[in-house]
């Protein structure tokens, strides 16, 4: 049963997202701020809690260094490294049902594009070997993945390109994408290689950006001036042992998330309408269909051919474009997409209908972090 | 003018072991004293038992390669002269733990599931990398499939 118990969404903003040159992180997180509170109908000064992140690969973000420009004393302020937008969330539900605040904005702001920041670095536990080894940017242990993926179950490149192709589609629908150029399938298999059997289409975009979200408690939720979306259900799973894991790349971990998570809503993959999966490459979306469920294991590809997760499939994924076409927030302009999707604000590319959504993110292979969103709860 | 290739740290304690082994052609791993658990990487304590004291036990530089990544842009720029390159991660004999290490064939003859050995290369007079290369009796005689759509 999907309850409100564990919270709802009453606002969300967006800043533009590809190039906000000049701005710090905090300033654009700020920014995106005052756009939630506007949707919410909410003064700052009904904010009782802050959770900000700091922008990948960087000290900014920190709510210390944002508190100044908010101009605000919040009862509870906290401070997420690495950009996380699914485990945000998580702790803002956290915070209101322990009590701990009624009313919690969280924010993210990142100039990544701007800053030039680089990403090719080790990822992963061990950097030192990886790096000896030539094994910089996720897209290496992303290609090692998909490359055993493909030795054991026989997935094509072409089947994989179909992540990249179906969420182009979506972000043509979308003003704020960063990448809205058509490409089809023939034009993804055309591209150069960048990490084999990986192309430029299967990593993500590079943008400067901000997103904000307002949550607060289903009572309160009731009389604020936009659709609650219910937080119906979370699951969490670390892998933290990292390399000590035998089966690091392929993240069975995944599985556990899924199954926590279907469990506490009383509902399966059949029930969710949309869903959106963290796509810092491809082959993590390939992934995640396959453990949370819409397909089964090693049937990602054939699943992705068949054209579900594109507009008008049963399983839209990524609606907004996703890292892969719009923007690079670390999953969330995916949060701030699913809200406007589940309160049918998203014009041309809307899902009609759409009252249950998928909302999950991994932090590459140290753990994940997945929510049930819903419109429709019960008690 | 590329830039030079990154070097490990000698001086360190927790890996200068293994160092030292590879210069004399061999591989070893840290083996825990109290539960026997080899570890790869080395860590400071056994993920299993937290006991500090390790054994390097010599393992046979084969393996299976379980999957590889082939870089064709320079991601690093220090290993821009070896555009394409290919990491394997290799699967070790007998402790079924997996290291990564660039890998000596074309990509056409890279294969999943192949045996491959470490081929000890030395860098400098202190530095010996493990290299990794498929059996000879494992290469592939077949031509190179085409990019689109393979299933390998």
């Given at each position: 049963?999907?309850?409100?118990?564990r919270?709802?969404?009453?606002?969300?903003?967006a800043?533009?997202?590809?190039?906000?040159?000049?701005e710090?992180?905090?300033?654009?997180?700020?920014?995106?701020?005052?756009a939630?509170l506007?949707?919410?109908?909410l003064?700052?000064?009904?904010?009782?809690?802050?959770?900000?992140?700091?922008?990948?690969?960087?000290?900014?973000?920190?709510?210390?260094?944002?508190g100044?420009?908010?101009?605000?004393?919040p009862?509870?302020s906290?401070t997420?490294?690495y950009?996380?937008?699914?485990?945000?969330?998580?702790?803002?539900?956290?915070?209101?049902?322990?009590g701990l605040?009624?009313?919690v904005?969280?924010?993210y702001?990142?100039n990544?594009r701007s800053?030039?920041?680089?990403?090719?670095r080790?990822?992963g536990?061990?950097?030192?070997?990886l790096?000896?080894?030539g094994?910089?940017h996720?897209a290496?242990?992303?290609?090692?993945?998909?490359?055993?993926?493909?030795h054991?179950?026989?997935?094509?490149?072409?089947?994989?390109g179909?992540v990249?192709?179906s969420?182009?589609?979506?972000?043509?629908k979308?003003?704020l994408?960063?990448f809205?150029?058509p490409?089809t399938i023939d034009?993804?298999?055309?591209?150069?290689?960048?990490?084999?059997?990986?192309?430029r289409?299967?990593l993500?975009?590079?943008?400067?950006?901000?997103?904000?979200?307002v949550v607060?408690?289903a009572?309160r939720?009731a009389?604020?001036?936009?659709k609650?979306v219910?937080?119906?259900?979370?699951a969490q799973q670390?892998?933290?042992r990292?390399?000590?894991?035998?089966?690091?790349?392929m993240r069975?971990?995944?599985?556990?998330?899924?199954?926590?998570?279907?469990?506490?809503?009383?509902?399966g993959?059949?029930?969710?309408?949309?869903?959106?999966?963290?796509?810092?490459?491809?082959v993590?979306?390939?992934?995640?269909l396959?453990?949370?469920?819409?397909?089964g294991?090693?049937?990602?590809?054939p699943?992705l051919?068949?054209?579900?997760?594109r507009?008008?499939?049963?399983?839209?994924?990524?609606t907004?474009g996703?890292?892969?076409s719009?923007?690079?927030?670390?999953?969330w302009?995916?949060?701030y997409?699913?809200?406007?999707?589940?309160?049918?604000?998203c014009?041309?590319?809307?899902?009609?209908?759409?009252?249950?959504?998928?909302?999950?993110?991994?932090?590459d292979f140290?753990?994940?972090?997945?929510?049930?969103?819903?419109?429709?709860?019960?008690? | 003018?590329?830039?030079?290739?990154?070097l490990?740290?000698?001086n360190?304690?927790?890996?200068?072991?293994?160092?030292?082994?590879?210069?004399?052609?061999r591989?070893v791993?840290?083996?825990?004293t109290?539960?026997?658990y080899?570890?790869?990487?080395?860590?400071?304590?056994?993920p299993?038992?937290?006991?500090?004291e390790?054994r390097?036990r010599?393992?046979?530089a084969?393996?299976?390669?379980?999957?590889y990544?082939?870089?064709?842009?320079?991601?690093?720029?220090?290993?821009?002269d070896?555009i394409p390159?290919?990491?394997?991660?290799v699967e070790?004999?007998?402790?079924?733990r997996?290291?990564?290490?660039?890998?000596?064939?074309?990509e056409?003859?890279l294969?999943?599931?192949?045996?491959?050995h470490?081929?000890?290369?030395?860098?400098?007079?202190?530095?010996?990398?493990i290299?990794?290369?498929?059996?000879?009796?494992?290469?592939?005689?077949?031509?190179?499939p085409?990019?689109?759509?393979?299933a390998?």
């Amino acid at each position: 049963m999907l309850t409100g118990a564990r919270g709802a969404i009453v606002g969300v903003g967006a800043t533009e997202q590809g190039e906000i040159p000049g701005e710090s992180p905090e300033e654009i997180a700020v920014r995106a701020a005052v756009a939630a509170l506007a949707d919410a109908g909410l003064d700052k000064s009904a904010i009782d809690g802050l959770i900000t992140c700091k922008q990948a690969l960087s000290t900014h973000g920190t709510d210390e260094g944002i508190g100044p420009l908010l101009g605000i004393n919040p009862a509870f302020s906290t401070t997420l490294d690495y950009g996380m937008g699914a485990f945000s969330l998580h702790l803002a539900s956290m915070a209101i049902q322990a009590g701990l605040a009624t009313t919690v904005l969280l924010t993210y702001g990142t100039n990544a594009r701007s800053a030039r920041t680089s990403f090719a670095r080790p990822i992963g536990g061990s950097s030192d070997w990886l790096r000896l080894a030539g094994l910089v940017h996720v897209a290496g242990p992303a290609a090692m993945a998909i490359r055993r993926h493909m030795h054991l179950y026989g997935t094509t490149e072409e089947q994989l390109g179909w992540v990249s192709v179906s969420q182009r589609e979506w972000a043509q629908k979308n003003p704020l994408a960063v990448f809205r150029t058509p490409m089809t399938i023939d034009d993804y298999l055309a591209q150069p290689y960048f990490v084999a059997p990986l192309r430029r289409a299967d990593l993500t975009v590079i943008s400067d950006g901000g997103v904000a979200v307002v949550v607060t408690t289903a009572e309160r939720a009731a009389d604020l001036r936009k659709k609650p979306v219910y937080i119906a259900a979370m699951a969490q799973q670390s892998a933290i042992r990292n390399e000590q894991n035998p089966d690091k790349l392929m993240r069975p971990w995944l599985g556990e998330i899924a199954k926590r998570l279907y469990a506490s809503a009383g509902i399966g993959p059949d029930d969710i309408d949309i869903a959106y999966l963290q796509d810092g490459t491809s082959v993590w979306v390939l992934q995640m269909l396959e453990w949370y469920g819409f397909c089964g294991l090693g049937e990602g590809g054939p699943f992705l051919a068949e054209g579900h997760t594109r507009p008008g499939g049963r399983l839209p994924v990524n609606t907004h474009g996703g890292q892969l076409s719009e923007s690079y927030t670390h999953n969330w302009m995916h949060l701030y997409e699913a809200v406007r999707q589940l309160r049918g604000e998203c014009g041309e590319r809307q899902v009609p209908g759409a009252k249950v959504a998928l909302y999950a993110q991994t932090h590459d292979f140290w753990k994940g972090a997945a929510t049930l969103l819903s419109t429709e709860v019960e008690g | 003018m590329t830039p030079t290739k990154p070097l490990p740290d000698l001086n360190d304690p927790l890996t200068r072991p293994f160092w030292e082994a590879a210069r004399e052609g061999r591989l070893v791993m840290p083996e825990c004293t109290a539960c026997g658990y080899v570890q790869w990487p080395p860590e400071r304590m056994c993920p299993e038992c937290q006991h500090r004291e390790r054994r390097w036990r010599e393992v046979p530089a084969k393996g299976t390669l379980w999957s590889y990544a082939v870089y064709h842009r320079a991601l690093d720029p220090a290993f821009a002269d070896d555009i394409p390159y290919a990491v394997g991660l290799v699967e070790i004999d007998g402790v079924g733990r997996k290291m990564y290490g660039l890998m000596l064939n074309d990509e056409a003859d890279l294969k999943i599931g192949a045996p491959v050995h470490g081929v000890f290369v030395p860098v400098n007079d202190e530095v010996t990398f493990i290299r990794w290369r498929i059996d000879d009796e494992a290469q592939s005689t077949t031509p190179a499939p085409s990019a689109g759509g393979r299933a390998d």
